[in-house]
């Protein structure tokens, strides 16, 4: 049984401890945060499992997988979309084995059927039985969100409202217009590295070792203003900002939020907005457009990330030099590069828990107590909560 005492992370950054090594290399603790944050956080559904943006008509259904869990969207009555276990309530079979549209969901080993909002409807032989259908029988119901052209899921009860994760993000870029975004697939949109998902987390949230990591010459630390870099936490997402070098190099003023503007030197440009939104999905918007990025952690497997990569073209010339201007590729290589050492570091058992630099590390700082927030103060909330139901019972 994990203690919580062993994990704590002070809400006051000057006497605040890191998380320690074990949270990071224990497979324990990684099927703890799965049964904790990823069963009450809103996750990305893959785009690469979605046909496009999923269609708007009735009907309208698509498998995909979460952290290995069969899932599929259908798109019910009044285009309402729905989430539901790719499993069917009889003998088990999935329901759903390919995109399609239109007509009843309809098992394929026993022919059981659902109509478009998860309720059984049929399934010869079951005439006759008493008490049925079941609650059980139905398809259990997903919390499912849209938002732009993503789709979010949550796989069980949710800390917070969808619209408390992203409303900065939404407030922030008031003027992109997303319906110019497309989706520009990469040759490897999704591979397995080194390091355990909240180390890739923790390594964004660092503005501290943009001086080292991806120092110059032709590094990142050369693209931008440094000195103006910002970090700004919120509950569920966090955004780092930074003017560029050369302004031509930044975003068109009009894209953004007023707040963004140097009154006192109007030709200065933002170079990117990072939002981090809670737990493990990154929306980087650049001039260019949007690069997304999805930290998954591997079941069994604490030492290794499923790292998802998605673009989003929102100027096509500037999309073809991102590379050259922006650096995408050369930062994520040298990211993924420390934090494969950083890795290596937490299995040595020489890895103490840090602390923080209180005006450098905020940002990490918010990320590692959150992630003891949810996992030990949600998970005593939620006992307590339990306890009391028993007591009225």
């Known amino acids: 049984m994990l203690s919580a005492p062993d994990y704590y992370v002070d809400p006051d950054i000057r006497h605040a401890e890191s998380l320690p090594a074990s949270a990071f290399t224990s497979e324990e603790f990684l099927e703890l945060e799965r049964k904790t944050i990823f069963a009450s956080v809103w996750l990305l559904v893959p785009p690469q499992d979605l046909p496009g943006e999923f269609p708007k008509s ?10 290995g869990k069969p899932l599929f969207l259908q798109r019910g009555l009044k285009g309402h979309l729905h989430c539901f276990p790719n499993v069917c309530t009889h003998a088990w079979h999935p329901l759903v084995e390919s995109a399609s549209v239109g007509g009843a969901i309809i098992c394929p080993q026993h022919g059981r059927q659902f109509d478009s909002e998860g309720r059984f409807v049929s399934q010869t032989g079951f005439d006759e039985l008493r008490n049925f259908p079941r609650e059980s029988d139905h398809l259990k119901h ?17 800390i917070a409202p969808f619209h408390d994760f992203v409303k900065e993000v939404e407030e922030s870029i008031a003027g992109v217009l997303f319906d110019r975004l497309r989706r520009r697939p990469l040759e490897v949109e999704v591979r397995e590295v080194e390091g355990n998902w909240k180390q890739h987390a923790w390594n964004y949230m660092d503005n501290f070792h943009i001086r080292f990591v991806h120092k ?15 970090t700004e936490l919120y ?24 707040r963004f503007h140097d009154p006192r030197n109007p030709e200065k440009r933002v170079f990117a907005l990072w939002w981090f939104v809670f737990p493990n999905l990154t929306l980087n918007f ?6 997304a990025n999805v930290y998954m952690p591997v079941p069994g497997k604490p030492n290794r990330t499923q790292f998802l990569w998605y673009h ?15 650096l995408s590729e050369q930062v994520d290589l040298e990211d993924i590069e420390a934090i494969s050492l950083v890795s290596r570091g937490a299995q040595s058992g020489f890895a103490p828990r840090g602390r923080f630099a ?36």
């Open 142 to 158: 997903f919390p499912v969100e849209e938002w732009r052209q993503f789709v979010f899921v949550c796989p069980g009860r949710p």
């Open 58 to 67: 009735q009907g309208a259904r698509s498998p995909f997988s979460l952290l």
């Open 235 to 258: 509950k569920f997402s966090s955004l780092q900002w930074v003017y560029a070098r050369n302004p031509e190099n930044g975003f068109d003023p009009n894209l953004l939020a007023p």
């Open 286 to 291: 650049y001039p260019w457009g949007l690069s």
């Open 312 to 326: 989003y073209a929102l100027d096509e010339e500037k999309f073809q030099h991102r590379n050259d201007v922006w």
């Open 358 to 393: 209180p005006r450098e590390e905020a940002g990490p700082h918010w990320f590692h107590r959150l992630i003891y927030e949810a996992i030990f103060e949600q998970r005593s909330t939620s006992s307590a909560g339990k306890a009391r139901n028993k007591e009225r019972l």
């Open 216 to 230: 110059g010459p032709g590094g990142l630390a050369d693209a931008i203003e440094l000195s103006s870099y910002e």
